[in-house]
């Protein structure tokens, strides 16, 4: 079955440090594929996507992604984190344009002072 | 901005009644979504409409149904509330397929079955 996975439901980085995110889906045919993220109280607004051409992507935020085919992942990350930041991460496919999209099940990420 | 408005922020029901959450978006979208979300488990779907009077199962649809009988507003209905319904729904809309949609979500609601 097609999916999406993330990897640790829980990350913590020092304010100032690189953030990493974990997302990799099931896939022979690459997909169209989504960060969206969460801050308490609110609903899921959308980070980056990638749909065709350029593999590193740049979202709002500071936030970027890169597809990497052979790997099957779409990892994201920030150079220096925020305490802004702390949030509920979510990654998301779509395995063509008629199809529905799948979230993957959430990465809290934490920010230490 | 596209808004997404859902009816209620939080919302506490007894076992066995009938609820109704609404949700209306006011950019003309086609596409309208519900979701709910767990802890762990990420987002579901539930039910999704691309058009009016149209509906479609999404992944957990059991126990719940749907009523758009207007562009701008999708209705989920939970017939006879239970308490593995407890949960925060999440409504969404998009522009029309084959754009590789970006999802507009609402806050949600949060619901709590007694």
């Known amino acids: 079955a097609q999916s999406v996975t993330q990897l640790g439901s829980h990350v913590s980085v020092s304010e100032g440090a690189l953030v990493l995110l974990r997302c990799n889906y099931s896939?022979?045919?690459?997909?169209?594929l989504f960060w969206y993220v969460q801050y308490p109280n609110q609903g899921l607004q959308l980070l980056l996507k990638?749909?065709?051409?350029?593999?590193l992507v740049k979202g709002i935020n500071g936030f970027e992604a890169e597809f990497k085919k052979s790997e099957t992942s779409f990892h994201l990350t920030k150079p220096s984190a925020h305490m802004s930041d702390a949030a509920e991460y979510f990654c998301?496919?779509?395995?063509?344009?008629?199809?529905?999209?799948?979230f993957g099940s959430g990465t809290r990420l934490s920010i230490r002072p | 901005d596209v808004k997404v408005t859902q009816s209620s922020r939080y919302l506490v029901k007894r076992t066995g009644e009938k609820v109704f959450l609404e949700c209306v978006q006011d950019?003309?979208?086609?596409?309208m979504f519900w979701y709910r979300q767990d802890p762990g488990l990420g987002l579901r779907l539930i039910y999704f409409?691309?058009?009016?009077?149209?509906?479609e199962k999404g992944d957990i649809p059991e126990g719940y149904s749907v009523s758009r009988e207007k562009k701008e507003r999708f209705s989920l209905i939970l017939e006879s509330a239970s308490t593995n319904q407890t949960s925060m729904y999440l409504c969404?809309?998009?522009?029309?397929?084959?754009?590789?949609?970006?999802?507009?979500f609402g806050s949600g609601t949060q619901l709590s079955v007694l």
């Open positions: 969404a809309s998009s522009e029309p397929r084959g754009t590789n949609e970006k999802l507009f």
């Open positions: 896939s022979s045919v690459p997909p169209y």
């Open positions: 990638y749909t065709t051409g350029a593999t």
């Open positions: 998301a496919v779509q395995y063509s344009s008629a199809s529905k999209i799948i």
């Open positions: 950019m003309d979208h086609e596409n």
């Open positions: 409409s691309y058009d009016v009077k149209m509906k």
